[in-house]
């Protein structure tokens, strides 16, 4: 089986329904649907149930958060690759998939665009081709629209659980700065999110970075005073690059 679609709900029927109806509609069939749910108590169930024969498995039961409900998807899956699409997500499009495995495929990790939707008004995230330690202390890949082989879980680890926002950042972390994975970008949007998750949220910004903050300086810590330093300098070369066409202009100014 090439690929295993996970999905996590809790108490969104709404979305879950958009995100199952996302996933039958595609015209790629290789795939296997796991659905976690974290013991929801409005209509989850029932749309999962209406659905069951779709779905290879799914449970509803009290998880400890996110992660844990996503490293339970990771346990069942047994699919060459893993493709994280949460509830209320869904794919852009019905030949989404095909564009993506219609041809032969061996990157340990496939990576694709995003278009967010933010209460109606939609942006896209185009991810660079080449990605870096760099790109990585500020940004991230979008686990909804990344297809991950399952094999890289065993090799590089499970989501850690000891952290709330940022473990699935912390995996493309070690995955690709430290073991060196290989990637590939796919130039295509791949699915439709919503701005409602833990690290989109405004109240969670302060979190985001302390936790990022703390990942770095426990498995990055030789790197980082090289990096700190690049920033000052960086900064500084922005600085006078701004001002100096202002302070040339005054002294012309000056002259005339």
Known sequence: MKLSIITINYNNADGLQK?????????????????????????????IKTHQQHIACWVSEKDSGVYNAMNKGIAAAKGEYLLMLNSGDYLINNEV?????????????????TLWDDNGSTFETHFPEQLSFQYF??????????????????????????????????????????????CQHIPVLIAVCGRDGLSCKIENWGRVVAEREAILNKEYAMFMPDYERADTIEQKYDFLNKSLPVRIGRRIKMLK
């Open 97 to 113: 998939l095909s564009q993506v495995f219609g041809k032969p495929v061996s990157a340990d990790i496939l990576y694709g665009d």
């Open 19 to 47: 995100t199952i109806n996302s996933v039958l509609a595609q015209s790629f069939t290789d795939w296997e649907y796991i659905i976690i749910d974290g013991g929801s108590t409005d209509q989850s169930v029932e749309v």
């Open 137 to 182: 202390r500020n940004n991230s890949l979008g686990h909804q629209t990344t297809f991950i082989r399952r094999g890289l879980h065993n090799e590089v680890g499970m989501y850690d659980e000891s952290y709330r926002i940022v473990s699935d950042w912390k995996f493309f972390m070690q995955a690709i700065c430290k073991h060196n994975v290989s």
